[in-house]
């Protein structure tokens, strides 16, 4: 993202996010400036992380599987649903991230795709199938402009 100036830099505390941050932005925006955040982290897979789709399929049926990734409310055992995930990242960004946007600042923002998700519904005001729906594409940057509701 060069030649970009952020005013401020906000990510998840999740060391891929620092990576990717660090590679587009590092040279103009030192770590000391970043403000890392548990609220921007991916949703929690709870029992499900660390193991291979083999392993899922062996473990729970497949109804549970879809449902934990097709359902808004629906959560692996011991994780996030994508409400889960909703209740700590919109907080955050209302109140830390809009207000910025909303005075003009230009705000580097870098989370992960469920989160990405659910902050990109809220500012377009979708639905929650919607949100399900919308394809976010892995590092790829997506470019705000305007008020943002807060």
Same mark, same amino acid.
């Given at each position: 993202?060069? =030649? ?10 999740? %060391? ?5 941050? +660090? ?21 929690? =897979?709870?029992?499900? %992380?660390? #193991?291979? !789709? ?9 109804? &549970? ?8 409310? +629906?959560?692996?055992?011991?994780? %996030? ?10 907080? !955050?960004?209302?109140? &830390?991230?809009?207000? #910025?946007?909303? +005075? ?9 795709? $469920?989160?990405?998700?659910? #902050? $990109? =519904? !809220? ?18 940057? &997506?470019?705000? !402009? =305007?008020?943002?509701?807060?």
């Amino acid at each position: 993202m060069g =030649g970009y100036k952020y005013d401020a830099v906000f990510l998840s505390d999740l %060391e891929r996010c620092q990576d990717t941050t +660090e590679y587009a932005i590092g040279h103009t925006h030192p770590r000391e400036s970043w403000t890392l955040s548990e609220e921007l982290r991916e949703r929690s =897979g709870g029992t499900l %992380e660390g #193991l291979t !789709y083999q392993d899922i399929r062996k473990q729970f049926a497949p109804k &549970y599987y879809k449902l934990w990734q097709r359902d808004y409310h +629906e959560a692996p055992p011991m994780g %996030e649903s994508f409400r889960d995930v909703e209740d700590r990242v919109i907080p !955050y960004f209302k109140e &830390y991230v809009a207000p #910025l946007v909303n +005075e003009g600042k230009n705000i580097w923002l870098c989370t992960h795709t $469920i989160p990405m998700k659910i #902050l $990109i =519904g !809220y500012i377009k005001g979708m639905d929650e199938t919607a949100i399900m729906k919308l394809p976010i594409e892995n590092a790829m940057p &997506y470019v705000l !402009y =305007g008020n943002v509701r807060t």
